[in-house]
């Protein structure tokens, strides 16, 4: 496979996330898709470039990413939900806002975690990273283990000479603790937190398309539910960015928020 220059990939995969992002602005969702996956494939091929990996088709190039540990299995079906989102809007016209926002959110996360890692690195970083890889794929060397066991034997010493140097005491009456033996009154038992909750109020939201219940804050946590465009919901709190919490069948669940817009 030939070398990707590896600025001038880089440089390409941050110019698609920001095209990507506009797409979505724009509500072209189908081409959003695409641009996502266009820009998963530069990562991949980066990725396989420097891992020595001969150039395939790009769920393949993920496979071997991973069984060669260069990725995460999480890293890995994340790439692969981006890459089906992506087909199916090449191939079948999918035009769905969550779908697309499924996909730029998933992206975000990645680029995120392959820029501060060494993907985006020089070359001369990226071998420097494998040489320290291979180094500690090799195990602990016998100065390794001298340099662990000194600091641990000079503990067992030091906790050993405490032990015979210090007299045993015993605890007169005159140290020892004393108990209070009288019961709290009735004005101490202050419910302060029933006050600090009463001022603390829900707020009506609606849905602004189709929105997934999830169970945590995550793509891949279960989905307890499903609201239709325009359903009343009560939003207790922002999580982050991208999630909301809300009361939904008498629990707290986690909806994407951008599809949440004040009842008026």
Known sequence: MAKVQMPGIWEKIQQNVQETERLMGQKKYTQSMIKARQTLEYMVKLQCDRAGIVESSTDTMIRELYNGKWISKTTA??????????NKASREGDSSAYN???AYHVLT??????SNADGAASPRRSAQTRKSRKNQRSGFSSADLVKLFIPLALIIILIILIRVLSPNKTPTTETAPVIPTEAPTTEAAVTEPETEASTTAAVSY???DTLNVRKEPSTEADRIGKLDPGASVTFIKDYDDFWAVIEYNGQEAYVAKQYLTEAE
Do not use: P, R, V
């Open 77 to 86: 079906e994340h790439y692969l939900q981006i890459l089906t989102i992506g």
């Open 100 to 102: 697309a926002n499924e």
């Open 109 to 114: 996360q990645e680029i995120h975690a392959f």
């Open 206 to 208: 609606k849905t602004t």
